[in-house]
C-alpha cells in the first residue's frame, strides 16, 4: 500500500475556484489532506465576482455575480461567521421592497405605491375576460402574483405557462381568506410572501412546476435577503486567503482522463499544455464547460448527466453615475421592472466616497433575455441598455451622468456558459435524480458545484454541494494492490 493511503493523508486536485472549489480545498485542508487549486480564470470566486470601479476601500463597487443571500441558508451563513464577516450583513432590498420604484405596465411606468388599479384591470383581461367577477382580494392576489411573474420569469415561462400556474393558484386559493394579507394606506397591496408562510397547503397541494415557480418568485422578493456590505467577494478571497496549498490562477483543464488509481489532467497556462498526474481529483466547473472537454474513463451515465443538464443565461450591466440621482426621484433603493430587454434595475446602496459616483445595476435578465443582450456586442449592448433606462430615468440623458458601464454575460462566459442551473418544470422526484447523479464520482474523480445541490443557483447550493464532494473523498477506500492479502 503507497504512503499516500497509510497515512490517511490525500493529495487532491481541485477543478475550479469557484466558491464549491474553494471551500471544498478549505474543509480537505481543515482534515489534514494536500490540495491545489487549478483556475481557468484570471480570479478566484467563479460566479462571486464584485466590479470595483477603481482602488481602494472607498471605491464604488457592482456585484456582477450573486449579490444576496437568503438569512436562512445555513451554509453559506456558516462561512460568512467564520471569515468575521456577520457584522458586514445588511438587507438586501429586492422588487416591491420600494414604493417610490417604478413597474412597468401597458400604460406605462408606474409607482410601485399607484400600481394596483392598473395591475388589476391589466389582471381581469388577461384572467377574467368574460367577467366571473373574482372578490376584491382574489383580484389583488392574482394581480401582484401576476406582476412578480412578469418581473422575474424567463421570457420562455412568461406566456402559457405562467398563465397556467397562476391560474392554479387562484384556483387553490378562492377559498382561502385573503383579507388579513392586504396591505398599504388603500388596502390594495398584497403580501404573498405573508400568505404562503400561513398556508403552505397551497403548495404542497400544487403541481411540481408550481413549486418551482413559487420558490423562484418567493425568494427573489424575499424579505429576509441579506447582502455584505464592501462586497461579496470577501467570501470566496477570504477563504482562498486562509488557503495553504496553491491556487493557479489561468490553468485551464483542456482533458481529464480517469484511471484506475489516478486522475490524469491536461493543463493549458501560458500557451502550453502539460500533463498532471492526480491521485485524486475534485471538478467543481459547470457542466455546461465540462461537456466540452474530452473526457475519457467515465460511464455512459456519467456523459448523460453532464450533457442534460440546463443552464439558463444572467447578464448584468451596471453603470457608475456621477450621482445617485434616483434619490432625489423618491427611490430609497430596492428595484424597479423595467421591462423591455432590460427586465430589473437595481439601487444599490451608497458605499464609500459619494464624490466617486454611484453604481446603478442597470440590467438585471436571466434566461432567454440574458441571452438576448448577451449575445450582442458590449458596446451594443451597453447602448441598449441606456436607451431603454433612460426612458424611466431620463436623468441618465444628461452631460457625464454615466462615469463608466460595465456588464458581464455569464452565458456567453467561456468559464461558465451560464447563471446557474435551472430545474423549472421538474417534479421533485426528478430534482432528487438530476441531484444524486450529478453528484456521483466516477472512480477518484468527484464532483461538486451547485449543479449537484438541492438548492441551484445560489451559494448555498455549491457549498453544499462542496461539504459532500469532501465527505466522499474523505471516506473513499482506495483498493488494495493485486496479491495484498491480510499478512502482506
Given at each position: 500500500m503507497?504512503d499516500?493511503a497509510?497515512?490517511?493523508?490525500?493529495?487532491?486536485?481541485?477543478i475550479?475556484a469557484?466558491?464549491?472549489?474553494?471551500v471544498?480545498a478549505?474543509?480537505?485542508?481543515r482534515?489534514?489532506?494536500?490540495v491545489?487549486?487549478?483556475?481557468?480564470?484570471p480570479?478566484?470566486?467563479?460566479?462571486?465576482?464584485?466590479?470595483r470601479?477603481?482602488?481602494?476601500?472607498?471605491?464604488p463597487?457592482v456585484?456582477?455575480g450573486?449579490?444576496?443571500?437568503p438569512?436562512?441558508h445555513r451554509?453559506t451563513?456558516?462561512?460568512v461567521?467564520?471569515?468575521?464577516?456577520?457584522?458586514?450583513?445588511?438587507?438586501?432590498?429586492?422588487?416591491f421592497?420600494?414604493?417610490?420604484?417604478y413597474?412597468?405596465?401597458?400604460v406605462?411606468?408606474?409607482?410601485?405605491k399607484?400600481a394596483?388599479?392598473?395591475?388589476v384591470?391589466?389582471f381581469?383581461?388577461?384572467y377574467?375576460p368574460?367577467?366571473v367577477?373574482y372578490?376584491r382580494?382574489v383580484?389583488?392576489?392574482g394581480?401582484?402574483?401576476?406582476?412578480?411573474?412578469?418581473?422575474?420569469?424567463?421570457?420562455?415561462f412568461?406566456?402559457?405557462?405562467?398563465?397556467?400556474?397562476?391560474r392554479?393558484?387562484?384556483?387553490l386559493?378562492?377559498?382561502?381568506?385573503?383579507?388579513?394579507f392586504l396591505?398599504?394606506?388603500?388596502?390594495?397591496?398584497?403580501?404573498?410572501h405573508?400568505f404562503?408562510a400561513?398556508?403552505?397547503?397551497?403548495?404542497q397541494?400544487?403541481?411540481?412546476r408550481?413549486h418551482r415557480f413559487?420558490d423562484?418568485i418567493?425568494s427573489e422578493?424575499?424579505p429576509?435577503l441579506?447582502?455584505l456590505?464592501?462586497?461579496?467577494?470577501?467570501?470566496?478571497l477570504?477563504?482562498?486567503?486562509?488557503?495553504?496549498g496553491?491556487?493557479?490562477r489561468?490553468h485551464?483543464?483542456?482533458?481529464i482522463?480517469v484511471?484506475?488509481d489516478d486522475?490524469?489532467?491536461?493543463v493549458?497556462?501560458g500557451?502550453r499544455?502539460?500533463?498532471?498526474?492526480?491521485d485524486?481529483a475534485?471538478?467543481?466547473?459547470?457542466f455546461s464547460?465540462?461537456?466540452a472537454?474530452p473526457?475519457?474513463?467515465?460511464?455512459?451515465?456519467?456523459?448523460?448527466i453532464i450533457?442534460?443538464?440546463?443552464?439558463?443565461s444572467?447578464?448584468k450591466?451596471a453603470?457608475l453615475?456621477?450621482e445617485p440621482?434616483?434619490?432625489?426621484?423618491?427611490?430609497?433603493?430596492?428595484?424597479?421592472?423595467?421591462?423591455?430587454?432590460?427586465?430589473?434595475?437595481?439601487?444599490?446602496?451608497?458605499?464609500g466616497?459619494?464624490?466617486?459616483?454611484a453604481?446603478?445595476?442597470?440590467?438585471?435578465?436571466m434566461?432567454d433575455d440574458?441571452?438576448?443582450?448577451?449575445r450582442?456586442?458590449?458596446?451594443?449592448r451597453?447602448a441598449?441598455?441606456?436607451?431603454?433606462?433612460?426612458a424611466?430615468?431620463?436623468?441618465?440623458?444628461q452631460?457625464?451622468?454615466?462615469?463608466e458601464?460595465?456588464?458581464?454575460?455569464?452565458?456567453?462566459h467561456?468559464?461558465?456558459?451560464?447563471g446557474?442551473?435551472t430545474?423549472?418544470?421538474?417534479?421533485?422526484e426528478?430534482?432528487?435524480?438530476?441531484?444524486?447523479?450529478a453528484?456521483?464520482?466516477?472512480g477518484r474523480?468527484?464532483?461538486a458545484g451547485?449543479h449537484c445541490s438541492?438548492t441551484t443557483?445560489w451559494i448555498?447550493?455549491?457549498?453544499?454541494?462542496?461539504?459532500?464532494?469532501v465527505?466522499?473523498?474523505?471516506?473513499?477506500?482506495p483498493?488494495?494492490p493485486?496479491g495484498?492479502?491480510?499478512?502482506?
Open positions: 503507497d499516500v497509510r497515512s490517511g493523508v490525500k493529495d487532491v486536485v481541485v475550479g469557484g466558491i464549491s472549489g474553494i471544498a478549505y474543509e480537505l485542508e482534515l489534514g489532506h494536500r491545489e487549486v487549478l483556475e481557468a480564470a480570479w478566484p470566486g467563479g460566479r462571486i465576482h464584485t466590479h470601479f477603481g482602488e481602494g476601500v472607498t471605491a463597487f456585484e456582477l450573486a449579490m444576496r443571500i438569512a436562512h451554509h451563513m456558516s462561512y461567521d467564520e471569515l468575521g464577516l456577520t457584522t458586514r450583513l445588511s438587507t438586501f432590498r429586492s422588487l421592497s420600494d414604493e417610490g420604484a413597474h412597468t405596465t401597458s406605462g411606468f408606474i409607482r410601485v399607484d394596483a388599479q392598473t395591475l384591470a391589466e381581469r383581461q388577461a377574467d368574460k367577467g367577477h372578490r382580494e383580484l389583488l392576489f394581480s401582484w402574483l401576476a406582476a412578480i411573474g412578469d418581473a422575474i420569469a424567463p421570457a420562455n412568461r406566456g402559457g405557462p405562467r398563465g397556467e400556474i397562476i392554479e393558484l387562484i384556483g386559493a378562492q377559498d382561502v381568506d385573503l383579507a388579513p396591505r398599504g394606506e388603500a388596502a390594495d397591496r398584497f403580501d404573498l405573508g404562503f400561513e398556508h403552505p397547503q397551497i403548495r397541494t400544487g403541481s411540481g408550481l413559487l423562484d418567493l422578493t424575499s429576509d441579506v447582502r456590505d464592501g462586497g461579496m467577494d470577501q467570501l470566496p477570504g477563504l482562498a486567503a486562509r488557503l495553504r496553491p491556487v493557479h489561468d485551464e483543464v483542456v482533458g482522463e484511471g484506475e486522475v490524469v489532467l491536461r493549458r497556462h500557451g499544455t502539460s500533463v498532471r498526474r492526480a485524486y475534485l471538478c467543481t466547473i459547470p464547460v465540462l461537456r472537454i473526457c475519457s474513463g467515465i460511464s455512459a451515465a456519467k456523459r448523460a450533457d442534460e443538464v440546463a443552464y439558463w444572467a447578464t450591466v453603470f453615475c456621477r440621482f434616483w434619490e432625489d426621484d423618491g427611490i430609497s433603493g430596492g428595484a424597479s421592472f423595467t421591462g423591455g430587454r432590460v427586465r430589473q434595475t437595481y439601487y444599490p446602496p451608497v458605499e466616497d459619494r464624490a466617486r459616483g453604481v446603478l445595476l442597470a440590467s438585471y435578465t434566461g440574458a441571452d438576448v443582450l448577451g450582442l456586442p458590449k458596446a451594443e451597453h441598449v441598455v441606456l436607451d431603454e433606462v433612460a424611466m430615468h431620463p436623468q441618465l440623458a452631460p457625464d451622468m454615466v462615469l458601464t460595465v456588464s458581464r454575460a455569464w452565458g456567453q467561456p468559464w461558465t456558459l451560464g446557474g442551473v430545474r423549472w418544470g421538474k417534479d421533485t426528478a430534482c432528487i435524480a438530476e441531484r444524486d447523479a453528484a456521483r464520482p466516477e474523480l468527484f464532483f451547485e438541492s443557483a448555498d447550493g455549491a457549498i453544499e454541494s462542496a461539504v459532500d464532494a465527505r466522499r473523498i474523505v471516506a473513499f477506500e483498493h488494495p493485486v495484498a492479502g491480510v499478512g502482506s
